[in-house]
């Protein structure tokens, strides 16, 4: 029985895609996940990478990944480390490859000199949220997430707002 | 009567710490912003800036900003505006400043092809979530945010998970 962490390279983007496929399943939206393996290269494996996977492997089989980029704290002055994505296949759970990723994780966060690590969780998973807890995260109960998307974004870009209105 | 919104440059970075420690305060958390101008210029003018800001000078004289940087959408496989921290000082108020930085940001997001713009409020701010639900922006009533910060990343950093452990 043996677990192995790596950093991901462009050749497991397959791999990567179906990980999205199957967390975006399990979080009951399916047909949510419309990323290919062309925007994942553009975006992850050029110059500037927008963000970074680490993958586990469980008796060499792939068997879950942890998707992050760094985001930045304006109180602190530091960077913060942002976990987008935390998936373990259902089949390979109990063997902490989860916590293990989380892990490794925050060595990646020191070595960066991140003073956080931060992530969000559907609020009926309550064995994720356990399992947080246990690791010492708190949850941030006065801030709620506002999202602008599509259509939003493309007739706030139009407006010239007006003077006269609030803020 | 005058609105001028622009990029931040190093140079600006004193006047950006002001905004920071304006907006903790009016946040309640006065002590907890101790960002330097040093951890600014190393993180955000350099070759590889984590954040960006916007300017607002009304009549000429500093009257807000917009502090941001970008995340990725693993479904959308598109990256994310993330609007970390919009302040408008008490006495420029009333003068759309606040929403006109707002569209500056949409049309960044649209240069950049982001999936989304996001961000959070605290969820007593009632004239910003009045604000921000009439630009069509929503809420993620069903994500909550966990954080862990210093000791707790610097324990995990240390753990070697046991395999016999849940996920």
């Not at 199957?22 to 990478?49: M, N, S």
């Not at 807890?133 to 707002?161: C, D, H, K, M």
Request: charged share 20%; aromatic share 14%; proline share 5%.
């Amino acid at each position: 029985m043996s677990l192995s962490i790596r950093p991901a390279t462009a050749a497991d983007i397959p791999q990567i895609l179906e990980f999205i496929h199957q967390l975006a399943i399990y979080e009951k939206e399916p047909d949510a996940a419309v990323a290919t393996a062309e925007d994942l290269l553009r975006d992850g494996f050029g110059a500037h990478p927008l963000f970074y996977v680490l993958l586990a492997n469980w008796n060499e089989q792939p068997a879950g990944f942890a998707f992050y980029f760094f985001n930045y704290s304006t109180w602190l002055g530091k960077p913060g480390l942002y976990l987008e994505d935390l998936f373990v296949m259902p089949e390979y759970r109990g063997h902490g490859i989860g916590k293990q990723l989380l892990v490794e994780l925050a060595k990646i966060a020191q070595a960066k000199g991140c003073g956080r690590m931060q992530w969000q969780v559907l609020d009926w998973n309550t064995p994720a949220i356990e399992f947080y807890e246990s690791l010492g995260a708190f949850p941030l109960t006065e801030w709620e997430t506002y999202r602008l998307v599509g259509e939003g974004i493309a007739s706030l870009a139009q407006l010239n707002a007006s003077h006269q209105t609030e803020m």
